[in-house]
């Protein structure tokens, strides 16, 4: 291919890791700034975390951290919630990137794997388990059938 050969120095300050072959592209990081570490997170938060200009504020009416995965020591819980919203990801079953979950599982490749014979490895090491719950029989409500008249 034709690549336009772009030389230079990397900014600083960075990061730089290239395997000692020289086989593969290097790979970068570079940051306005690098992660220091920081001693006054409050615990458990990470010393990574970066405290937002109103963690002054915060400081003088601390809230109680009960149940909160969001980060609120400088993360920014709105745009992680709205990434799960949409989950992107990759099928290690069709082999194949997806842009929304959902969408993806109700795809014609998808729902072929799904319901092929490919977990019968799956099946294999669940047949060497005991089954030792109380098996319930089905709770079979009197079916009601709704006979529409035409
Ligand atoms: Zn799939």
Redesign the pocket.
């Known amino acids: 291919g034709i690549q336009k050969a772009r030389t230079g120095r990397l900014k600083k300050p960075f990061l730089k890791v290239e395997d000692v072959n020289r086989s593969y592209r290097p790979f970068y990081l570079q940051l306005t700034s690098m992660p220091s570490i920081n001693y006054c997170t409050h615990k458990p938060c990470s010393p990574f975390d970066i405290e937002k200009p109103s963690s002054v504020q915060k400081q003088v009416q601390p809230k109680p951290r009960i149940n909160t995965d969001g980060d609120k020591c400088g993360g920014t819980p709105v745009q992680l919630q709205l990434k799960e919203k949409r989950k992107k990801g990759y ?4 082999l ?1 990137k ?1 842009e929304d979950l959902e969408t ?2 109700l ?1 014609e ?2 729902k072929n ?2 319901q092929s014979n490919q977990y019968q490895v799956v099946d294999d090491i669940v047949s060497k388990l005991v089954f030792d719950f109380v098996e319930y029989e089905r709770d079979t409500p009197k079916k009601k059938r709704i006979k529409y008249s035409v």
């Open positions: 099928c290690e079953c069709c194949q997806y993806h599982l795809s490749k998808h794997f799904a």
